[in-house]
Nanobody, 125 residues
Framework: QVQLVESGGGLVQPGGSLRVSCEVS????????MGWFRQVPGKEREFVAG????????HYADSVKGRFTISRDNGKNTLALQMDSLKPDDTAVYYC??????????????????WGLGTQVTVSS
């Protein structure tokens, strides 16, 4: 059974930092591109950051470029997103996702095979 479990969300002040993690079980993470998405009520799920399966490429949404950093540890089957200089617009539920055997970084939700249940990130003073 494949499971992706996000953790590390919470409340942070504008300008602060937060690190969200995703623990993966039931699949060989080294064969999957991994991504982070986020969603707010009433809006579509949007791509935030991704890394291809061999960790040679990363891709970020323009809105987070230079502030967020994605990383993966295939040995520990984990994915992380370091978020710095957070803004109120970053408030959302953050989801991790896995896409089978991708050399490039998929950015569309439909390209991902497995999803976690999400973790809430709130940026507010």
């Amino acid at each position: 059974q494949v499971q992706l479990v996000e953790s590390g969300g919470g409340l942070v002040q504008p300008g602060g930092s937060l690190r969200v993690s995703c623990e993966v079980s039931g699949l060989a993470l080294s064969k999957y591109a991994m991504g982070w998405f986020r969603q707010v009520p009433g809006k579509e799920r949007e791509f935030v950051a991704g890394v291809n399966w061999i960790s040679t490429r990363t891709h970020y949404a323009d809105s987070v470029k230079g502030r967020f950093t994605i990383s993966r540890d295939n040995g520990k089957n984990t994915l992380a997103l370091q978020m710095d200089s957070l803004k109120p617009d970053d408030t959302a539920v953050y989801y991790c996702a896995a896409a089978w055997d991708r050399v490039l970084v998929p950015t569309a939700p439909g390209e991902y095979n497995y999803w976690g249940l999400g973790t809430q990130v709130t940026v507010s003073s």
